[in-house]
């Protein structure tokens, strides 16, 4: 469950963005999460809705999760091949030499705040 | 782009920089691009972490598996293979108890307990406070051993060189896939209890195949903790990250 700590870290910088450009709550947090990434979105949502009852600025926030999808470079083919798990194969040239190029974003993209 | 108007203008400037956002209203409400990490705040302590370490000459490892796996029996027979050559110290991860870093105590090397609680892992935040107490000693090695868990572990940095996954014969060879991020960030996979090979059905080489899957660069290196088979390699492994290190750092 470390996507409780995650949603602490989500919500502890939604404060300081409020101390720092001085809004006094938040309507919606987007996150751009990848497909790739150790988060499990449904996880998220349960603990963003605990997490954020307890922030002054967050209570009652909602939370938006874009999913990145995963792409990765094959370094044998020299080609960027959508991938869905990390142990896939290039579907190009079958091998296992890829460098993964998106899909691991766990990022905070955007606020809605008032 | 905007994802409440769809509007595809303006500046998403990084959040440290200055203010000029993407500003803009919707009635009483107004957006703001932000564009932070989420795991910002623990990255900026581990790259402190790693700055301490760095100063001091000092080599991290950071070792993760599952509960079991013999993380702190291999840490014990490392420490006294070692025998004093150079200072080791230990971070030892728990939810409770004490009970491993007493182990890791009788061996006579340093050891500070951290106990998470309810947590699933360790973060840069607890290693850095462990920093203090514990004291390591510049050219020493460092192990921090993690929360037994294959999965949330995986995110946090600690500052560490490396992440070790260690992976016992009593599990499935099929971990490495099972748990792609953790052996993804491991640079080395130790597959401990090799003792017990004749009377488990683990195949070692499959466990390495299914591994390179998901990080064709990691290092496998069977052992026994118990029989002391393999440990030679991994104690030279050590060496040379510790002399690294001290290179580095003089």
């Not at chain 1, 949603?7 to 999460?33: D, M, N």
């Not at chain 1, 307890?54 to 960027?80: H, N, Y």
Request: proline share 5%.
């Amino acid at each position: 469950m470390h996507e409780l700590s995650l949603t602490q870290s989500v919500i502890r910088i939604v404060e300081q963005e409020a101390a720092r450009q001085g809004f006094a709550t938040v309507k919606t947090v987007w996150l751009e999460i990848g497909e790739l990434s150790s988060v499990l979105p449904d996880a998220m949502e349960f603990c963003f809705q605990a997490v954020a009852a307890e922030s002054p600025v967050a209570k009652g926030a909602k939370l938006e999760i874009l999913r990145v999808p995963g792409t990765a470079w094959c370094l044998d083919c020299a080609q960027s091949h959508p991938i869905a798990q990390r142990f896939d194969p290039c579907p190009a040239c079958g091998g296992h030499h890829l460098t993964v190029t998106s899909g691991e974003e766990m990022r905070i993209k955007e606020m809605e705040v008032a | 782009m905007c994802t409440v108007c769809g509007c595809g203008t303006g500046p998403h400037d990084h959040h440290d920089h200055d203010h000029d956002h993407h500003h803009h209203d919707h009635g009483d409400s107004r957006l703001i691009a932000i564009e932070q990490n989420i795991l910002a705040h623990n990255d900026r302590l581990a790259e402190g972490n790693r700055a301490y370490l760095a100063e001091r000459g000092i080599f991290a490892l950071n070792l993760v598996s599952s509960p079991g796996s013999g993380k702190t029996t291999l840490l014990c027979r490392t420490i006294e293979a070692i025998n004093n050559r150079y200072p080791v110290s230990v971070i030892e991860g728990d939810q409770q108890t004490r009970h491993d870093a007493d182990r890791i105590l009788a061996t006579g090397a340093k050891a500070v307990q951290i106990n998470t609680g309810k947590g699933c892992h360790l973060d840069a935040h607890m290693v850095g406070h462990a920093f203090e107490s514990l004291e390591p000693a510049n050219g020493s090695v460092l192990f921090i051993e993690n929360v037994g868990n294959l999965v949330c572990p995986a995110a946090f940095d600690l500052g560490e060189a490396y992440k070790v996954a260690i992976l016992s014969v009593t599990e499935g060879e099929d971990k490495p896939i099972k748990y792609p991020d953790m052996f993804h960030a491991a640079a080395m996979m130790v597959i401990n209890k090799i003792d017990l090979l004749p009377y488990v059905d683990f195949d070692v080489e499959a466990a390495i195949a299914w591994a390179r899957k998901v990080n064709p660069d990691i290092v496998a290196l069977p052992v026994s903790a118990r029989t002391g088979e393999g440990m030679e390699e991994w104690l030279a492994w050590i060496n040379e990250g510790r002399r690294r290190a001290r290179v580095v750092s003089p």
